[in-house]
């Protein structure tokens, strides 16, 4: 069986998808098939997150000419079918929707000065998603994704539990990739997290970090590179907190990671994992930040984001928080919301 393409007026008659146990399939729909739209699907028909991934764009050439490309190529990924249309129906019953769509980041750009007109495109799409899959856990992938997930949440109505952002999934993994490059060690041992704005007041959760299980802070040093000093971990969280910012400059924008820390989100609903994630949630009585969607390390399962860990602060790491927290509050306020 083969890849099956549903497009335009199509999109209205997909059959429902069966394993042979009888039992619905998973299905992932994509809001927005630009670059990161389209990466995030390839990344999780690559690693197999579902049976069915639905790609939604009102371009309706663009949304064609992806799913034709992706199906192409089924044979050499684990079994799924690739559906997309123009028309909001091809999200139909998705068990998880991921909303990438929004305005483009451009070089010099804040993820802050996007927050209008992507709120306004999430007012208008978000009511209509609802209509179709009311049952879905949606994830907030557009930037500003803080202000957007908190401004997605007034709009929907729906339980913080069930809509949530994408957070500092991506800019933990940024975090672990330098470290694991200035300590000398596998990236798969270093255990860290970015917390707060996915932005520019993001801060490393330096306290709670461990390399294989030592505290980083604690960290001796191997293969002739030292422990980290103050000066050092400030560079490195310069250089994960900028890297955003140097990739749009140099080829317009952030695709290839994104996409598999998303498909990494997904896996993590579909699956039941109930695996810890710092993604962006509605925070109440966080060490007394309440009101606000930031990122702090939460257990993402079946049913969307379950509880948030109170993981060790230091004192500059709680006022960084709070700063972030402040900042995203402002902002938020600014629209109304």
Known sequence: MGSTVY??????????????????????????????????????????AARTVALYDINASKVKAEVFDLSHGIQFMPMADVVGSDDIEVCRDADIIMVTAGAKQKPGQTRIDLAQATINLVSTILPQLLEVAPNATYVMVTNPVDVVTYAALKISGLP???????????????????LARELGVAVQNVHAYMAGEHGDSEIPLWSSATIGGVPLLDWPGV??????????????AEEVI??????????????????????????????????????????????????VCLSVPSIVYGGGVAD???????????DGLKKSAQSLREVARQFGF
């Open 160 to 178: 913080r539990e069930q809509l949530f952002g994408s957070g500092t999934v991506l800019d933990s993994s940024r975090l672990r990739y330098v």
């Open 7 to 48: 497009f335009e007026d199509n999109a209205l008659e997909q059959p429902q998808l069966l394993e042979h146990s009888g039992r619905r399939t998973s299905k992932i729909a994509i809001v927005g098939a630009g670059a990161v739209g389209s990466t995030m699907a390839y990344a999780a028909l690559m690693r197999g």
């Open 242 to 291: 900028s890297s955003a910012y140097r990739i749009i400059e140099g080829k317009g924008a952030t695709n290839y990671a994104v996409a598999l820390a998303g498909s990494r989100i997904v896996e993590a609903v579909l699956n039941n994992e109930s695996r810890v994630l710092p993604v962006s949630t509605l925070v109440s009585d966080y060490y007394g930040i309440n009101d």
């Open 223 to 236: 293969h002739g590179k030292g422990p980290l000093t103050e000066e050092r971990r400030n560079a490195i």
């Open 308 to 318: 948030q860990l109170r993981v060790p602060l230091s004192n500059s790491e709680y």
